[in-house]
């Protein structure tokens, strides 16, 4: 089967751990996790995980019912890339000179519509959201004139279906035999 | 308000008027077995798992101890006890290389969902994360091998994390859990009120039967002309014994075996067509391949079952009765997929199938058998007279002796394929072996765990020479509790299933399988356990009665062919169809 890019959300009881419980599930089939972000809910004490894998479905598929199966995992979805809204956040450290002369290197920034988020003497830090694509790309044009730190934040998502998770939540008590 | 008395005294506790009950953490956690309902538990001491030892030393009236000669020994023998109640195996060791000992065992009862609590002791708190004498990370090494798992840094939070332990060990499918507890969580103090878990809520342990996949099940078989059921553990661990007995008479299908669902059926019940798998017998395996519905209740189509899974039941609708959902569309696509407790599936399918019989299909599975009987069964059984004894004629013997009524404990190589081949199971549950996991050394330590789990029945540990001496010391288990386990041990000098395949698929380059043994005698009696040893066939018969009916422990030993290999076979990577009769 093809390989695509998946969006994995999963939601956690807050226990010490679990992070490894998660991605021992991905390492035990050769998953290689391209990002993951976690923070929590809007169900108070519920966390969520936002992995994203590049992998086929079929296997998403039992990754995701793995994950659903341990205890301490309220449950687990996997969406296409089309089914969320998603963003992500990068940061650039450039040397202030290189702004201050008001040459190339500004002219890229803005063109970006990206953000000065500090300045100092010595050094600037901007930030730009977007997709990895758009993120990627103000780096590659600023990398000529020096990109002295550089990081991007995993990707953090909003599904589109409608059913929210707090619906998921009373499924699961009502699926409960007892 | 609390009030605590600090003395020496048997219970530390005090009761005041507000009902505040007052006890150490090691205590708590020896009330907190008591009310689980455990009075028998299997481990080893050391420093960090002192105080819970301390505390046992108070209420042995109520839980007994049973000092194995090695951490992995204790796992073993909490499984088999598991396996024959049905109850959760504890077992307790202490850190670092206590608990380490303990993985393979928690290995082994994860992959065969045996319900277990492991409880370790842990360096203390403020000593976590330091490298401090005997710490290990237990509960990272043993996550990806528990169901769950946890360490408890506070005594208040001891009762809570056995009483979830206890739970999801049982509940659902069943599986190993872990409770770390910190040495400083063992002296603190807790006011014990202890509480049984009933719900965690992240966890679905047993899903709601849907009515629509018990009808499209129903429809599909009341429509077949072919059906074949496969079971497993499931239906031992559900404990459907009467609804899959019901629904198998009253559909007259075909049903075979996964070594992990023996013993569910009779072996002699006129619908247990046999063993699947591997070393299965030929009917089942060959005739996967021919029928239209495809029936799996409680198994996973494990790759030792299924062979190639593209040429697995590729002709047939799928139908797989199965509690955990993970399992559903794992290996084998089901059609029909009834996830839920097989016992509560089968009640309701049963009610939803016509009765049935497939006469014509059950012929095929009898024909399959005679040609098996003709090319491997006959002369396993009864060798000719120029050839060394063989592993299934001593099963053979050992079957008629017990009646089929022994609970047989297998331990992991070709002897294990030859007792579940021909030993004749007639009671439930009365199986034990390692399955997923193919643990060598398991045999012994889990016959005790199941003799003292059931001490009214007969346990024969059958074992081979290899994966004797690999818990070998748990003799002395044997020896200081007096316990009475029958030890067949069937030497062929060799660890007989690598040899096989060396011999079949690596040209019999026997690299590093011939054993030169001690005399497994002289070391009985290093124990006081009685034993025989046979060479002959002509003594076989008699040591073999000799064997099973003895009073108290008893080991025989007997040689048998050195390179003779367990067949029926499907090799590595073929379909179940191409199974090989020699
Ligand atoms: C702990 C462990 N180590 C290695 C193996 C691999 N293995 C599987 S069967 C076998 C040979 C077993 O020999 P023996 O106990 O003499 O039994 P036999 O096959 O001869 O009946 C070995 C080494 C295993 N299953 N478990």
Redesign the interface.
């Known amino acids: 089967m093809e390989k695509k890019e998946f969006t994995i959300s999963v939601f956690?009881?807050d226990q010490?751990?679990l992070l490894?419980?998660v991605s021992?599930i991905f390492t035990?089939r050769h998953i290689n996790i391209e990002s993951i972000t976690a923070s929590e809910s809007e169900v108070k004490g519920v966390h969520r995980y936002t992995i994203v894998v590049n992998d086929a479905e079929d296997l998403v598929?039992?990754v995701v019912?793995?994950l659903?199966?341990q205890?301490?995992?309220?449950?687990s979805f996997y969406h296409e890339t089309s089914e969320i809204v998603y963003q992500e956040i990068a940061l650039y450290k450039l040397a202030t000179s290189l702004i201050a002369a008001g040459g190339e290197a500004e002219k890229i920034v803005r063109k970006h519509n990206a953000r000065f988020l500090s300045f100092d003497t010595e050094f600037t830090v901007i930030e730009k959201t977007g997709h990895k694509e758009e993120t990627q790309r103000l780096f590659d044009e600023l990398e000529p004139y020096g990109i002295l730190e550089f990081v991007r934040s995993g990707r953090v998502a909003i599904t589109k279906p409608m059913k929210e998770f707090a619906a998921y939540?009373a499924e699961?008590e009502i699926?409960?035999?007892? | 308000m609390k009030k605590v008395e600090k003395s020496n005294e048997k219970e530390s506790l005090l009761i005041d008027k507000e009902g505040i009950n007052v006890i150490t953490g090691k205590e708590a956690v020896v009330k907190s077995l008591i009310a689980e309902g455990v009075d028998l538990i299997f481990g080893y001491p050391g420093g960090a798992i002192m105080p819970v030892y301390d505390a046992l030393y108070d209420y042995q009236d109520q839980i007994k101890h049973i000092l194995t000669r090695h951490e992995q020994g204790a796992t073993h023998a909490a499984q088999g006890y598991a396996r024959v109640s049905g109850k959760v195996g504890v077992c307790i060791a202490t850190s670092g290389p206590g608990a380490t000992n303990l993985i393979t065992g928690i290995a082994d009862a994860q992959i065969d969902s045996t319900p277990m609590v492991c409880i370790t002791g842990q360096v203390a708190s403020h000593l976590l994360g330091t490298d401090a004498f005997q710490e290990t990370d237990v509960v990272g090494i043993s996550m990806p091998v528990t169901k769950w798992n946890v360490q408890v840094t506070r005594a208040e939070d001891i009762p809570g994390a056995i009483a979830k332990a206890f739970y999801i060990a049982k509940s659902g499918r069943p599986g190993p859990v872990l409770v770390d507890i910190t040495k400083d969580a063992q002296f603190g103090e807790v006011d014990f009120q202890y509480k049984k878990c009933t719900n965690v809520r992240s966890y679905v342990p047993q899903p709601k039967v849907k009515l629509e996949a018990i009808q499209a099940a129903a429809d599909l078989i009341n429509n077949a002309k072919k059906p074949y059921i496969l079971f497993g553990h499931g239906v031992l661990l559900g404990d459907a014994k009467e609804e899959f007995k019901t629904f198998v008479e009253k559909t007259g299908i075909p049903s075979a075996w996964t070594i992990m669902g023996l013993s569910a059926l009779p072996t002699d019940h006129y619908l247990n067509v046999g063993m699947l798998g591997m070393h299965g017998n030929y009917g089942p395996n060959l005739l996967t391949n021919e029928c239209d519905v495809l029936i799996a209740i409680g198994m996973r189509f494990d790759d030792r079952v299924t062979g190639d899974v593209s040429r697995y039941a590729s002709q047939a609708k799928v139908i797989h009765l199965e509690l955990d959902h993970a399992e559903i569309d794992k290996i084998i696509k089901a059609d029909v997929a009834v996830v839920g407790n097989c016992k509560t599936s089968l009640q309701l399918i049963t009610e939803a199938v016509k009765e049935g019989t497939h006469e014509e299909w059950l012929q095929k599975f009898r024909d399959c058998d005679e040609e098996e009987n003709q090319k491997v069964i006959n002369e396993e059984l009864h060798p000719s007279d120029d050839k060394m004894i063989s592993m299934g004629e001593v099963i053979n013997l050992v079957s008629e002796a017990s009646n089929g009524q022994a609970t047989i404990v297998t331990d992991v190589g070709q002897h294990q394929m030859v007792a579940q081949r021909y030993y004749n199971y007639k009671r439930w549950r009365s199986n034990v072996t390692s399955g997923g996991l193919g643990t060598m050394g398991f045999a012994l330590p889990a016959a005790i765990g199941a003799k003292f789990a059931q001490s009214e029945n007969q346990v024969i540990a059958v074992i081979g020479d290899g994966g004797f001496q690999m818990t070998i010391q748990e003799l002395g288990t044997i020896f200081q509790t007096k316990i009475d386990i029958k030890i067949l041990i069937l030497n062929n000098e060799f660890l007989g299933m690598v040899r096989q395949w060396q011999d079949l698929f690596f040209d019999k380059r026997y690299s590093s399988t011939e054993m030169v043994n001690p005399d497994f005698q002289t070391i009985a009696r290093g124990y006081a356990i009685e034993s025989n040893k046979v060479t002959e066939r002509e003594n076989l018969a008699a040591a073999v009665k000799e064997f099973v009916n003895h009073k108290g422990s008893y080991l025989l030993e007997v040689l048998v062919g050195k390179e003779n290999n367990v067949f029926p076979m499907i090799p590595t990577g073929a379909s179940v169809s191409e199974i090989r009769l020699d």
């Open positions: 956690t009881e010490i751990g490894n419980r021992i035990r598929i039992k019912a793995q659903d199966k205890v301490e995992i309220v449950k939540l699961i699926a409960s035999a007892n």
